[in-house]
């Protein structure tokens, strides 16, 4: 009985501490969120090196793999479909494992072995080579691809970093060097702590390299890899950031011991179970979340992930004929947004996918709710609170992105579209919703302290940003909406 006691209290205090643990990392209210501070033009951001040093290291590992990538592209038919995958919403709490989705994969038998022995044949290489990362990357930093409409949104996601106390460097990657303009690149951004790279420089002829024809989805896996940051936050453009990456997502976990972390999406996920076959797997994966996965932001870390980084560029290079439709199967928003956490799965490496359910923020426009962008949370208050709610408690899991992609906020596109207009009366909308939902949702009036960058931006630079050129009173429609609605 004395034994039994003691195993008793010795498991109450092992509880105790666990609790006390939790409870005083996670936040308990919305004060706990990040405050947003105006920029400070004088603040010291993170070295962006100008070396050619990194380039030429960065050149040389692509030359190596593209090469081997080539030499074991798929060498069949594309991918056919019998029928598109239906979008099927799950609920943001729902966390049961994935069951295998109906194969809508046409293809014959002799396709598919066709595509296993390709597949196969590059693996062996991947997993049979050592890649010394230490000797081609350096630092942390952020990636983001921008270029014509995508510069715009990248530069509000570039300003809301700074205005969260982030001084990590920004490489901005454009697909080539008519996306490249001069003065916002070589003076703007620079004040900013950013930079831009030519994504065609590292794929040019000439230098052992194999030439690809990319595009779209394909850049962002090459922007990964031929930044020159060992660890990265990758931003689409219009994700906007609202938690310090620094000190919120690097140095925490689940990041620092899987290097790896991807957000969910809506919907369930609608790959085609021949993926696994033509992968090499034994069987089709038990452990994975019902939802899919949603690519607008990721945190990588190439020291521990080279190698699922180098597969899911092969998944990209032929994602459009093969690996696209296999992953998802034709469903809306079908790209590379599987590709990241296939490659983790079949290489069998550690990632962390955030388990709390995107939700959505949105408006009315007079005839319906649509919906404006997508928020994704912070991945160490959801590692804590799956850990606190198996004890039955709750916790607050705090914004950590806004996926504004609908519309994106682009200046120039804002105020040419007519998305700030009730269709039926013409008044002018918030997009996000109330003052007071923000504030219950975000702490804040995040649309109003965005919109104060847009006019900033806009204003500043509607004469000098190639794609808001030539747009009428830019400037004054952005700060009439702005006096007008906040």
Known sequence: MRYQFRALCLTLSTFLLFYLYIADRLPTSLADFPSFNGIDSNYEYGEISETDGSYDSVQSLWEHWSNIIYKNRPRTQRIH??????????????????????NRVSNSESDIESLRSSHA???????????????????????TVGGGEYFGPAIVSLHMLRRIGCTLPVEIFVADTSEYEPTLCEEYLPKYGAKCLVLSDFLKDGNGAHRFEVTHYQLKSLAMLF?????????????????????????????????????PDF?????SPLFYTIAGLPSFPTNLPKSSSEAGQILLNKNMHIKTLLLAIYYNIFGPDYYYPLLSQGVLGQGDKETFMAAAVVLEEPYYRVKTGVTSVGRNNGHEFKGSGMIQHHPSDDLLSSQFHQHGNEAVVRPAFVHANTPK????????????FNIKDKMRLRLWGSQAEQNMVFGVDLEKEVWELLVETG?????????????EKMCERLQEHWKEVF
Not at 233 to 251: C, E, G, H, M
Not at 409 to 420: P, Q, R, S
């Open 459 to 471: 204003c500043e630079l509607e004469g000098i940003l190639g794609e808001w050129k030539g747009r």
């Open 227 to 263: 930044s020159s940051f060992a660890e990265i936050l990758y931003l689409d453009s219009d994700s906007i950031p609202l938690a310090n990456p620094s000190t919120d997502l690097f140095s925490t976990e689940p990041y620092t011991s899987n290097g790896l972390v991807i957000w």
């Open 267 to 271: 919907w369930i996920a609608t790959e």
């Open 81 to 102: 479909l019998s029928s598109n995958a239906h979008i099927v919403s799950t609920p943001s709490n729902d966390n049961e494992p994935r069951k295998p989705p109906h």
């Open 121 to 143: 044949a590059f693996l062996e290489t991947l997993q049979s080579e050592d890649i010394e990362v230490g000797d081609v990357y350096n630092g942390t930093g952020i990636v």
């Open 409 to 420: 906020m682009n200046a120039g596109h804002l105020v040419d579209e007519g998305d700030l």
